[in-house]
């Protein structure tokens, strides 16, 4: 089955305590992407990858980071995560969007809370 | 500023025709999408539209018009699965940096 994995799905951390969050596909996409989704805010774009080794900011990067060592894996990394990062992330992929209808496939989501 | 603009909310009659509107004004512009997310859930594609006009998919619809910043989607014979958010959402390049609006919450009632 086609499919965009998250793990965890739910996580309760400590201010500062360094974590990542996992996303694996398995449709051979070329692009992945990490969005945070907050009330009234909407979904907002983290980072974003092409392929492999090739990464890049969306609209709220501060405080992750990200990596692109494998096609299937885009792992979201919180150094040290702050309450401000509290919020439903979701992980997607995609053909390479160069144009066209380039739906995008979401994970699960996980739910981070960050006390 | 960028701003992808949607009603918060709307509420219909099963069976009926509701229409959510979107404006947007964004550095960039390659295509726009539209998804349905029920609570709890991750968001689901419906729609994509990038040249001027309406695209027909079922009880979807959705339609741009790029000189005025402007879509909408369509969703006909409501059912009460319908009831979920729908999000509005641009590609402002061609490598995939995608702005979404904040969703529209419709509610269909019986």
């Known amino acids: 089955e086609a499919q965009v994995t998250q793990n965890p799905r739910y996580l309760i951390t400590v201010t500062g305590k360094k974590l990542t969050v996992t996303c694996s596909q398995n449709?051979?996409?070329?692009?992945m992407s990490w969005y945070r989704q907050d009330p009234g805010l909407g979904l907002r774009q983290i980072y974003y990858?092409?392929?492999?080794?090739?990464?890049d900011k969306g609209d709220v990067p501060e405080g992750y980071k990200v990596s692109r060592k494998e096609k299937r894996n885009f792992p979201l990394i919180l150094e040290s995560p702050s309450p401000n990062q509290t919020s439903l992330y979701f992980c997607?992929?995609?053909?390479?969007?160069?144009?066209?209808?380039?739906?995008?496939?979401f994970g699960q989501g996980t739910r981070l809370t960050v006390v | 500023g960028q701003n992808i603009d949607q009603p918060t909310e709307m509420t219909a009659t099963e069976g009926a025709i509701v229409q959510i509107n979107c404006t947007y004004q964004?550095?960039?512009?390659?295509?726009l999408f539209w998804y349905q997310q029920h609570a709890g859930e991750a968001p689901t594609f419906l729609s994509y539209?990038?040249?001027?006009g309406l695209e027909e998919k079922g009880r979807f619809s959705s339609f741009l018009s790029r000189s005025k910043g402007y879509s909408y989607l369509l969703l006909k014979e409501l059912q009460m699965k319908d009831s979920a958010s729908y999000l509005c959402?641009?590609?402002?390049?061609?490598?995939?940096?995608?702005?979404f609006g904040a969703g529209t919450q419709v509610v269909v009632t019986p």
């Open positions: 990858s092409m392929n492999v080794e090739v990464t």
């Open positions: 964004t550095s960039g512009f390659n295509g």
């Open positions: 959402a641009v590609r402002r390049d061609s490598w995939g940096k995608l702005q």
């Open positions: 997607a992929s995609s053909l390479y969007p160069s144009g066209g209808a380039t739906e995008a496939f």
């Open positions: 539209n990038v040249l001027d």
């Open positions: 449709m051979n996409h070329e692009y």
